[in-house]
């Protein structure tokens, strides 16, 4: 990611101009005694980190004296006035109660002076910035966390006050609150295309490609991966990406029809499965398959079908058997065996979800001719499935292997391959990536837009 270097530089340039020298940081009993005081605790976003972080600071001052590095105030102060390059909105940031002039009237002012105004401007100072620390990490709309939730838990080691007390030691404070944005590559393109437009002063750009550009790179704050090799699918653009060792992998997809979505979720690919039987979902079983078993029982044998009781026995389809089927379908299962035509193709990539979707290969190849695929139950079909299949070996280190899964796959034989590092799998919902330097709008298939676009815009 690019390090916002002339973004500093009006940071930096700013404060050395401004900087006043002579005081020192003391404790204030005053901070002590507002942060025990529960109306001026709810007017905070996170009061529970903010009475960790001055618990870690001995209840000082963190802005409004000058400190060892007393470029920081301004610095951060600056941050939040620029929190619209990063897709954010200064009004989250107590913006009508701090601001820089008032920072700066407060610095300059005796110790002994205005004491609980300044206790009130830095709580509210540190409020704002493990507010925006929050919101680059985890976004603002995160439908897994709430900021109530955000401000009670350790997620995934994560906590703002941590990285707050952490970047106040460090020489380039900027940096160190900057780095907990997201890491994946669709999150710095748009991040970083963004800091463009502002620092070109392009006024030319269209508030519907900024729009979108700010929405998603919300949604991308919502994944938590760190890794550098993930599966990447989006389901707008009907591509799948392996990102691995420096270098992309594209491949596309077939995905859920807007009446049988694929899911937006995170999980790992722990093996996958070579020759597979489909086990038919109990709803595409009774609605659209029965019908057609009904209708012609030569349905079955015709695709490789079977018919299992509760048991797990296979069911001899008779007359009989096919009234009692129609009768209580419940009590009934389909199983697709492995073959040319088997539904899930010649392999399976298995990852845990609650859903139940898997990737998989298909036998109806032509369908990646078209440029609208939203297609499927819900499950993903993968174009150049072995590729994909080969790509995952070698990343595990397991090349030897490769000609066994061909083999395998040729011959429909059915064998597991098992990763030895499982590869995170990440599928999203992104209407706007970076392509070639340029943004690329896509279709909002699910019209998932729409509502989060009005939260962010009634927020401006």
């Known amino acids: 990611m690019k ?25 204030n009993t005053e901070i002590a005694i507002l942060l025990k005081d529960n109306v001026n605790l709810s007017t905070l976003h996170y009061p529970k980190s903010v009475i960790q972080f001055y618990t870690q600071n001995d209840s000082e001052y963190a802005w409004v004296h000058v400190m060892q590095k007393s470029d920081q105030p ?44 300044k206790a009130v401007f830095d709580i509210l100072m540190t409020d704002a910035l493990i507010t925006f620390i929050n919101n680059l990490h985890f976004g603002k709309y995160n439908p897994s966390y709430n900021s109530a939730y955000i401000d009670a838990n350790d997620i995934n080691g994560f906590r703002s006050e941590d990285t707050l007390i952490y970047a106040k ?26 800091n463009g437009l502002y620092e070109e002063n392009d006024c030319l750009a269209p508030q519907t490609e900024i729009e979108k550009i700010v929405i998603n790179m919300e949604r991308l704050r919502w994944i938590n991966t760190r890794d550098q090799a993930y599966v990447l699918v989006n389901i707008p653009s009907y591509t799948l ?104 193709g010649a392999v399976v990539f298995r990852f845990d979800n609650s859903y139940g979707v898997y990737l998989h290969d298909t036998s109806q190849k032509q369908l990646f001719n078209k440029d609208e695929r939203a297609l499927s139950h819900g499950c993903i079909r993968v ?40 590869v995170p799998i990440i ?23 729409d509502s989060l676009e009005n939260k962010i815009n009634q927020n401006k």
């Open 74 to 117: 301004e610095a951060a102060m600056l941050l939040l006035e620029y929190s619209y390059r990063f897709g954010l909105s200064l009004s989250d940031y107590h913006w009508e109660a701090i601001s820089l002039q008032k920072l700066r009237k407060l610095r300059g002012s005796p110790v002994e002076v205005n004491q609980k105004e």
């Open 169 to 194: 030691k460090q020489t380039d404070f900027l940096k160190a609150i900057l780095d907990v944005q997201p890491e994946i590559k669709a999150y710095t393109d748009l991040q970083n295309y963004l």
């Open 241 to 344: 990406e392996f990102h691995h060792k420096d270098s992309v992998s594209d491949f596309k997809v077939i995905i859920g029809k807007p009446t049988t979505r694929t899911p937006v979720l995170e999980s790992s690919i722990n093996y996958f499965t070579t020759a597979p039987d489909w086990k038919v979902p109990q709803s595409i079983f009774i609605k659209e398959m029965l019908p057609k078993i009904l209708k012609n029982s030569g349905y079955l044998e015709d695709h490789h079908y079977a018919v299992y009781d509760k048991q797990g026995h296979e069911v001899e389809i008779t007359s009989s058997k096919l009234k009692e089927i129609r009768q209580n379908p419940h009590r009934y299962s389909v199983r697709q065996s492995s073959g040319c035509d088997n539904a899930l």
């Open 383 to 422: 174009e150049n499935a072995k590729e994909l299949a080969s790509l995952l070996l070698k990343y595990d280190h397991s090349e030897h292997k490769i000609p066994i899964l061909e083999k395998a796959m040729a011959d429909y034989q059915r064998k597991d391959f098992v990763l030895k590092q499982p």
């Open 3 to 27: 390090t916002f270097m002339n973004f500093a530089i009006i940071f930096f340039c700013t404060v050395c101009s401004t900087i006043v020298f002579g005081q020192n940081a003391k404790t």
């Open 427 to 449: 599928i999203t919902y992104l209407t706007c990536l970076i392509k070639d330097g340029k943004p690329v709008l896509y279709k909002d298939i699910y019209h998932f837009d």
